[in-house]
């Protein structure tokens, strides 16, 4: 593609306005990086989400490199591709409702497939082999054992078509490692990310009512949401309600700069679990909020939300080992982050200034 060869560190990211892909900018600028971020800004109203992009050179001073595209659209895809010479891609970009996925299977298989074909052919097209996708535990189904190490047999037990999609395209980038030589491709399964950056600039801003446990129970404390129904207390769990490994964005974002430096000694593919190793029960988090807010959070018992399973948590040592990174935020700096977001941003990024 005659490009100049510079030692500037280009990474695209795709999905990087979104909340995960925000605060994983913050960090790929912190660390030396020029992050190029593609987004369609289809998860929030019209425009918004440019308003992370505009929080991130408040947190950095930096503006972000960013176009409005669409990644099912190759061509402006592919015009990205012969601007910058990529050190590497992050992949974030796709849909993310596993209830929405459930009544838009359809949706979900052209988007999330669609979006990372695209961005394979042309990585091929241009000689780009590094690639971080975010994948998910939910790839494992109801877990054997606990805690859930990368060599868990994955694709079993899935009951929605999003967790089907992070399936499928693990298994794209496994039979694309095994079939050609060069790639080095890292599948990191996300377990429960939360909070915000610390600055309260950016976080997590979900369009109508949250599906994920604590936006949900930041908006009960700041009373834009009544109470909490809480989806069952009869598992098999200390307390009754689910556990869940929960892991600080920023944490989380830390391990995407990681496993950039790693990406050589990554020989075809790999899957590595960015998680803290330690449950929490959903009322433990829901106390946790409660501390860090200084308000009460009323709830419900209700019924198990279907497919939902007990407890789910990472044995991280495999990302404590080849990554040599670790999570270090507690839940309750998890919780005072988040808290910090909601009071700055009661309606969540506004579309005025
Ligand atoms: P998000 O919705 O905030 O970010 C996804 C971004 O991708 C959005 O900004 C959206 O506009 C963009 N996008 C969607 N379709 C696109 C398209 N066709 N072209 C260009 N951009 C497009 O969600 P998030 O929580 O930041 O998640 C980021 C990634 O991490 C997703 O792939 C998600 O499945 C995965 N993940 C999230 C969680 C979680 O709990 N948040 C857990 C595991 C995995
Ligand atoms: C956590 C716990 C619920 C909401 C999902 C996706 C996963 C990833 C993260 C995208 C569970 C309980 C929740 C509520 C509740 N997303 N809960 N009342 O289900 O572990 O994972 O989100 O990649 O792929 O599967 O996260 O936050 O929805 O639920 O009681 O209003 O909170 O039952 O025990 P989950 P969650």
Redesign the pocket.
Known sequence: SGQMTSDVKYVLV??G?????SHTVVELIQEGYVPVV???????TKGK?QRSLKRIKLITGKNVIFYE????DKEKLESVFQKYNFFAVIH?????SVTESIEKPMEYYE?NLG?TINLIECMKEYNVTKVVF???ATVYGPPQKLPVDEDHRVGKGLTNPYGKT?FFIEEIFRDLAKAEDGWHIALLR?F??VGSHVSGLIG?DPQGIPN?LMPYVSQVAIGRLPFLNVFGNDYDTHDGTGVRDFIHVVDLAKGHTAALKKMDSIDGCKAINLGTGTGYSVLEAVVALEKASGKKVPYKFGPRRPGDLGDVHANPNLAGKFLEWRAVKSLDDMCTDLWKWQTMNPQGYEITP
């Open positions: 795709t999905g306005a979104g909340y995960i892909g593609l987004d369609n800004c289809c998860n929030s989400d595209y669409d990644l099912l974030f970009a796709g849909l993310k988007v979006v975010s994948s998910s992070k996300y429960n990310p997590e994920n």
